[in-house]
C-alpha cells in the first residue's frame, strides 16, 4: 500500500497547515474521494439494521489467540474483529485513507515525522481510553519485541521510534523521507498496553487481547469454534468510516480439516457463506435441493482486485533451483490450458504478471523510463529483461506442449542435468527427484498431470500433503522443495515489496520472501518504490521489476479470476454498490446484515475457554 512522498502532499490532503500538512483524510497522489463531514463510505448501506448471527467456516485448528506472533495457530477472527487502526482504508479507491482512532493526521514539512491526533472518545474493551501510550505501546511490541512475526519489523523498518508527546498525541519519527510511511503507519493496530500485564508478546498466548475493535471474543473452544461479540459500548460506530459496517451481534468461526468437510458442512446448514476458491467444486459441488428451492443462493461478486501472482513457488535455497535454466524448464512443463480445461472449468486467466489485473504490469517492450531503470544492470540481467516482457508458455496444443518440452529438456541438459536412462541426475549421479508440499488435497489433483509432464523430462515429482499446522511450520522454516506461494499486490505496491522479495528476507524465518530471492538489481529497484515523487514514477518502477522477476522464472504461474464465487443462506442483505478492491469474507463480516434469523441454532457454547 502506498501514498505520496511530502512534497506532494498538498494535493492529497484536505488542509495545509502553517508548520506542517494535517487532515484527517489523505490519499496516494489525488484528492481523496469522501470529503469532510461525510456520512459513509458508497460501498454500505448506512441504514442496515444490527442484530442477529453470522458463522464462517475456518480451516485448520488454532492454539493461540495472539495474531501478532510467528509462533502458533492462529485464531481467524481476533485480528479482523477486535482492532482499530489509527485510519481506515476506502475499498473504492486506490489508497485513501480516512481518521478512525485519530482524528487529525500532520505530516512535518521535512517529511520526516508524522503525528496522530487521537480522538478523545476512543474507547477500548475494557472501558479504557485510547492513549498515545497504547499507540506507542503497541508499535513498539510490534516492531521491537522479538517475538513477534518479522513482517511488521520488515513493513515498518525506517520508523524509528514513536514518541507520546500528550496524552492523545503520538509523534513517528522516520530514518528518512519515505514516500508512503505516513499512510502505512496508519495501519498499526492498536491495543491496550494493560493487554497481558506486561508480558512479552509470546508470552500472550490464550490471554484475549483487550482491543480497541467493534467486536470483544466471547468465547473459544480450541482447535473447534471461537465466538465474538459485538460492542453495544462501541464508541466509533456511527462515524463516517464505520457507519453501517459490522451489523452482526455475533460472528462464530467453526474449524474445519479440510475443503470437503467445509462444502458438505455448509450445505447442512452448519455455517452460513462460504467463498469459494476451487473450480471444481464451484462447478459441480453447489448443487442440489436447497441451492432449487432458493434457500442457498449461489452468486458471483465482480472485483477490481490487482490480483499479484500465485504459482508453484521453487525453492532457491535447494541445489536444483538456483540455476535459472532448471527453474524455466519448470515453468514449460506446466500445462495451464489443459488443467484450466480439464480440471478449472474454463473459468480462470493465466497469471503473466506479478501486477497481474492491473496497470502495474509490464506490457510489450520496456519504455524509454523503465530503461532508465534497468540499463546500469544490463550485464547482471538475463537479455529477456529487454525484450518483450516474458509471457508464460502457451501449450494449448500438443504441438505446442512438445516443442516446450524439447526446450526444457535441452535447458536441463545445458544446466548439467543428463539423462540417465529415464531419469535425470546431476554431476553426481544423484536423481532430480523434487517434492511439492501442501496442505489441500486439491493440489494433488492439480499436480498429478504436472507431473506427468516432469515424469517426461526425466525429474520425479512427489506432492506431501500434511496437515495445516505442520505445512505453516515448514513454510515458516523453508522446509520444501516447491510450494502453492500468493504476491497479492496494491495499486499502490511499496514497503512490503522489501519483505516479498529483499535479499534481507530471505533466511528470514517466517517471512513472505518465499522464494529466497536474494538479488542485487531487485534490491535497487526496491528502494524506487519508496522514494518515487509522482504515481508515473511508481508505474514504471513496477514495470521494471515486473520485468526482472519475470525473466528470472522464480515461479509457475498459475491462475486467477477477476470476481468472487460466493454462496450463502437466503437470509442475509448487502448494499447494491459493491467495492472496487475488496476480499469476499472480510466484505461479508463488514458490511453484510441479517435479514431474517437463522432456522436452527448450531452454537452448542459450552462455555469452554470463556474470554469473558
Known amino acids: 500500500m502506498r501514498l505520496l512522498p511530502a512534497v506532494l502532499m498538498t494535493v492529497a490532503l484536505a488542509c495545509v497547515a502553517p508548520a506542517a500538512m494535517a487532515s484527517s483524510s489523505v490519499a496516494l497522489g489525488y484528492t481523496p474521494k469522501y470529503p469532510a463531514g461525510f456520512r459513509q463510505f458508497d460501498y454500505v448501506n448506512g441504514d442496515a439494521p444490527r442484530g442477529g448471527r ?93 517475538s513477534a512475526h518479522p513482517r511488521y519489523r520488515f513493513y515498518w523498518a525506517d520508523i524509528t521510534r514513536a514518541v507520546a508527546v500528550g496524552p492523545l498525541t503520538v509523534r513517528f519519527d522516520f530514518r528518512e523521507r519515505n514516500a508512503e510511511l505516513h499512510m502505512i503507519i496508519a495501519e498499526l493496530p492498536i491495543f491496550s498496553r494493560k493487554w497481558g500485564n506486561g508480558k512479552p508478546l509470546g508470552e500472550r498466548t490464550l490471554i484475549a487481547p483487550i482491543g480497541s475493535g467493534p467486536y470483544r471474543l466471547k468465547s473459544y473452544q480450541l482447535g473447534r469454534q471461537s465466538v465474538f461479540e459485538r460492542r453495544d459500548d462501541y464508541w466509533a460506530r456511527d462515524l463516517p468510516v464505520r457507519r453501517g459496517m459490522f451489523n452482526f451481534d455475533q460472528v462464530v468461526f467453526r474449524y474445519l480439516r479440510d475443503d470437503t468437510v467445509r462444502l458438505e458442512s455448509f450445505k447442512a446448514g452448519e455455517y452460513d457463506v462460504s467463498s469459494e476458491n476451487i473450480a471444481k467444486q464451484w462447478a459441480r459441488g453447489y448443487r442440489g435441493e436447497r441451492f432449487d428451492d432458493g434457500r442457498i443462493v449461489k452468486a458471483t461478486f465482480p472485483h477490481q482486485n490487482p490480483q499479484g501472482m500465485q504459482g508453484f513457488a521453487m525453492n532457491l535455497r535447494r541445489a536444483p533451483f538456483q540455476d535459472r535454466r532448471v527453474r524455466e524448464a519448470m515453468v514449460l512443463a506446466f500445462d495451464f490450458e489443459w488443467a484450466n480445461h480439464k480440471l478449472f472449468y474454463d473459468q480462470y486467466s493465466r497469471s503473466n504478471s506479478y501486477f497481474s489485473n492491473s496497470e502495474l504490469a509490464a506490457q510489450g517492450m520496456p519504455s524509454a523510463a523503465e530503461l532508465k531503470l534497468l540499463e546500469p544492470y ?191 443462506w437466503n437470509r442475509f442483505g448487502y448494499p447494491k454498490t459493491l467495492p472496487r478492491y475488496y476480499q469476499p469474507l472480510d466484505w461479508v463480516i463488514r458490511t453484510w446484515w441479517e435479514v431474517r434469523p437463522a432456522t436452527r441454532d448450531a452454537d452448542a457454547d459450552d462455555g469452554a475457554g470463556r474470554a469473558g
Do not use: C
Not at 474483529?81 to 481506515?88: G, H, N, P, R, V
Open 54 to 146: 453470522l458463522r464462517l467456516p475456518a480451516l485448520g485448528s488454532f492454539d493461540t489467540l495472539n495474531p501478532f506472533t510467528l509462533k502458533g495457530d492462529k485464531e481467524a477472527g481476533v485480528a479482523a474483529l477486535m482492532f482499530d487502526t489509527l485510519a481506515e482504508k476506502s475499498l473504492d479507491e486506490p489508497f485513501s485513507l480516512y481518521g478512525l482512532l485519530a482524528d487529525d493526521m500532520r505530516l512535518a514539512p521535512n517529511g520526516k515525522s508524522v503525528t496522530f491526533h487521537l480522538n478523545p472518545r476512543a474507547r477500548f474493551s475494557n472501558g479504557d481510553p485510547v492513549l498515545a501510550a497504547d499507540v506507542v505501546a503497541s508499535f513498539n511490541a510490534l516492531t521491537r519485541d522479538k
Open 378 to 568: 544490463r550485464g547482471q540481467l538475463p537479455p529477456a529483461v529487454f525484450g518483450p516482457a516474458v509471457m508464460a508458455p502457451d501449450n494449448g496444443s500438443p504441438a505446442a506442449l512438445r516443442a516446450n518440452l524439447r526446450r526444457a529438456a535441452a535447458l536441463l541438459t545445458e544446466a548439467g542435468y543428463p539423462m540417465r536412462g529415464a531419469q535425470r541426475v546431476d554431476a553426481r549421479g544423484r536423481p532430480l527427484e523434487l517434492e511439492f508440499l501442501t496442505f489441500s488435497k486439491a493440489y494433488e489433483r492439480i499436480i498429478a498431470p504436472y507431473a506427468r509432464n516432469l515424469a517426461r523430462l526425466g525429474i520425479l515429482l512427489s506432492v506431501r500433503t500434511v496437515d495445516p499446522a505442520i505445512y505453516q511450520q515448514r513454510s515458516d522454516d523453508f522446509d520444501f522443495d516447491m510450494t502453492v506461494a500468493v504476491y497479492p499486490m496494491s495499486l499502490s505496491p511499496g514497503n512490503e515489496m522489501f519483505e516479498f522479495f529483499g535479499s534481507k528476507t530471505a533466511e528470514s524465518r517466517g517471512s513472505t520472501n518465499t522464494v529466497g530471492l536474494k538479488s542485487p538489481v531487485v534490491d535497487h529497484l526496491l528502494g524506487e518504490f519508496t522514494r518515487f515523487q509522482n504515481r508515473e514514477q511508481l508505474v514504471t518502477a513496477s514495470h521494471a521489476l515486473d520485468r526482472v522477476l519475470r525473466a528470472d522464472y522464480l515461479m509457475v504461474p498459475n491462475w486467477h479470476l477477476a470476481r468472487h464465487r460466493i454462496a450463502y
